[in-house]
Structure formats: structure tokens, C-alpha cells
């Protein structure tokens, strides 16, 4: 199988970015999805938010598998186990949710798909870790204490993994600030693929920005 979870969770910590993007033109996925990888985010969380949102995912996901395959895509916003394995039919490598639901860890662990539930405290990080969860997604990151919360978090958990979605910004000290707390990787949605970039069409200035963001994680990094 091509890009098992281990390889998945691998690459995810390796970009240290996943964009976050949804749109309802095919097309436009995949531009976006081939700028992003371009840039060096192989990884992409595909949210289920729209209308027929499945349909445009299958349609971008038999694209790439074709035209380049090395692009996994995941989803996110899946808040039941249907959902998962309707997109998990339709090719996503990962599961990506705003909230924790056990059902939904039964369903990826049972077809080894990485799963990174929304968590907002120490209790729900702790089950979902219980649940088999590698990369726990902090969600809403800013609301529920930001770099803070993670670095208090990892004290008495060092081993936890944690992916926090909104409130990360492309910029030297956001990153500084969670990476320096401890993150593995960070979602990040409209601050990297921005309303101005995808109305001009501006392919190649979504590639630079995630390959510029990319860049500025490994310096942190220090790698």
C-alpha cells in the first residue's frame, strides 16, 4: 500500500507544515494541492466542508494518484466514522478532525490511517492516545492556550505529539513560539494558502510561501 501510516506520520513531522485548504472547484484543488507540494508539503489536509465535498475529494485524490503520486492527501473536519471511511474509500491517507470521537479511531486504526482528533485538554489528549493516536491535533490552538498549553502539556507527557490548528501563522515568531513549545507539525489554513493568492490564481506564489514557511520550521529546527 503506498504511503502506509508510518510513512504518513514520518512525512507530516518532517514538513512540520500540513496546509489546511478546501475548495469547491476541482481545477483549483488541484493546482493549489500541486503548488503545495511543489513547495515541499506533501502532506495536505483536504477539509470536508462543502457540498459534495467527498466527490471533489475522490476526483483530486485520482488525479494525483495518477499524475503525481508522491502528493498525500488526507481530510479533516471529520467529526463521525462514516464520514472517514467514505473518504478513506475514496483515498485519504489521513483523518483529520476538530473534535475526538472513538468511533472514528476504530475505523483508521482498523485500516491503519493516521487519525489526529481536535483535543482541548490534558483528559481528552490522554484518551485519544488511549485510542491509538500518534499526532494530536490541539484545536482551536489559540483559543485553548496556545504554545502555553503545549509546553505545560509536555511536561508531565513528554512523549505526546501535538499538531495545533488555528492560530499558527507563517511567520518566524509564531513558529519560534510553537515549535519552541514543543509542537511535532502545525496545521495551517487561510494564513498560508491566503484569500489574495487563490483569487489571483497565484500558483506559484502558494508554492513559494509554503516552501519560504517550510524552510523557516527547519531553521527553527535547526536542522
Not at 9 to 27: R, S
Not at 40 to 68: M, P, S, W, Y
Not at 86 to 115: H, Q, S, T
Not at 200 to 207: M, N, P, Q, V
Request: hydrophobic share 40%; glycine share 12%; with cysteine.
Amino acid at each position: 500500500m503506498k504511503h502506509d501510516r508510518m510513512e504518513v506520520l514520518a512525512t507530516m513531522m518532517d514538513q512540520g507544515i500540513v496546509p489546511v485548504f478546501y475548495h469547491p472547484d476541482v481545477e483549483i484543488c488541484k493546482n493549489v494541492i500541486q503548488a503545495c507540494a511543489n513547495g515541499g508539503a506533501k502532506c495536505i489536509e483536504f477539509t470536508n466542508r462543502g457540498d459534495f465535498a467527498a466527490h471533489v475529494f475522490l476526483e483530486v485524490a485520482q488525479h494525483f494518484a495518477k499524475v503525481d503520486p508522491s502528493v498525500i492527501m488526507g481530510v479533516g473536519s471529520v467529526v463521525d466514522a462514516p464520514t472517514a471511511g467514505l473518504f478513506i474509500a475514496n483515498g485519504a491517507k489521513f483523518v483529520v478532525g476538530p473534535l475526538l470521537n472513538p468511533d472514528v479511531a476504530k475505523v483508521c486504526n482498523r485500516r491503519k490511517i493516521p487519525y489526529s482528533p481536535g483535543c482541548g485538554s490534558a483528559t481528552e489528549i490522554g484518551y485519544a492516545e488511549e485510542l491509538g493516536v500518534e499526532i494530536v491535533k490541539v484545536f482551536p490552538g489559540s483559543s485553548v492556550g496556545g504554545p502555553e498549553f503545549v509546553k505545560a502539556m509536555l511536561g508531565p507527557c513528554p512523549w505526546t505529539k501535538i499538531m495545533p490548528t488555528g492560530g499558527v501563522e507563517p511567520t518566524e515568531e509564531s513558529l519560534k513560539n510553537w515549535f519552541g513549545a514543543g509542537i511535532v507539525c502545525a496545521g495551517v489554513g487561510s494564513n498560508l494558502v491566503t484569500k489574495e493568492l487563490l483569487a489571483a490564481k497565484d500558483y506559484t506564489g502558494i508554492e513559494k510561501k509554503v516552501r519560504d514557511t517550510i524552510a523557516l520550521v527547519r531553521s527553527i529546527r535547526g536542522k
